[in-house]
């Protein structure tokens, strides 16, 4: 962990730690969606939750989104995952290319991780920006530390550096229905059987300026311990600039 924050401290952009002078932004997001089904023979259910918060100035962004996934089927849990993200984004409102850095902590169930911390930075590219539309790739470095548990070599733990290549997307219909998502692949810099793939496509319709009905797919898999799990939930959200 250590060797996580002085790498932040050194890759983020000194304008990263600069006094704030410009306008603020703030967002907060809370969604609770789920699917349950219940038969002669069996029942299963499934809770996806996750809260974001964000400021949003000129020159910097700060992100927040943590997420807790916990399902069971026949009373065996079949999920139990969360993970926590934090990233901050530099003069991302200003201009086409702009800086990023990230670091994020997971711990999951269902992809056999005890926990994962991660801690990089890079730099990102606007491909469409408009009112309604946006296009984000972004690529950089990362540095993992892992506790997993192997199909084959049972716990293991280990540190890599990861290249780690984004996605983002949003599309905005006439301010009711929202289509957003991102995607990314993260393969290891020193082993070409360690890669993470993970993407989720959310798609919202507006009820009122505060709440919105919503339906998200979300896929992960980690080749390292040869696990995947695709989940698809719906359910309300609530989100409040101010």
Request: charged share 20%; aromatic share 12%; glycine share 6%.
């Amino acid at each position: 962990m250590k060797k996580i924050i002085l790498l932040l401290l050194v890759l983020i952009p000194p304008a990263v730690f600069a006094q704030f002078n410009d306008s603020i932004t703030h967002f907060i997001h809370y969604g609770s969606a789920g699917t349950f089904n219940k038969t002669n023979d069996a029942n299963s259910f499934v809770l996806n939750n996750n809260f974001k918060f964000s400021i949003e100035k000129k020159t910097i962004s700060f992100h927040t989104i943590d997420t807790w996934i916990y399902g069971e089927q026949s009373g065996v849990l079949i999920n139990n995952d969360f993970s926590a993200v934090f990233d901050c984004d530099v003069l991302k409102n200003q201009q086409q290319v702009y800086y990023w850095a990230i670091a994020t902590f997971d711990k999951s169930f269902s992809l056999k991780i005890n926990h994962r911390a991660q801690a990089g930075a890079g730099l990102g590219l606007h491909l469409v920006r408009k009112d309604h539309v946006s296009v984000i790739v972004s690529d950089g470095l990362i540095y993992e530390v892992a506790d997993l548990t192997d199909a084959e070599l049972g716990q293991r733990k280990y540190d890599v550096w990861r290249n780690s290549l984004r996605v983002k997307y949003k599309w905005l219909i006439h301010n009711i229905v929202n289509l957003d998502g991102f995607g990314f692949l993260q393969p290891s810099l020193s082993s070409g059987d360690d890669t993470i793939i993970k993407s989720t496509t959310t798609l919202s319709l507006k009820l009122n300026k505060w709440f919105s009905l919503t339906s998200s797919l979300t896929y992960n898999k980690v080749t390292v311990t040869n696990r995947e799990n695709l989940l698809m939930t719906y359910g309300l959200v609530m989100e409040k600039y101010f």
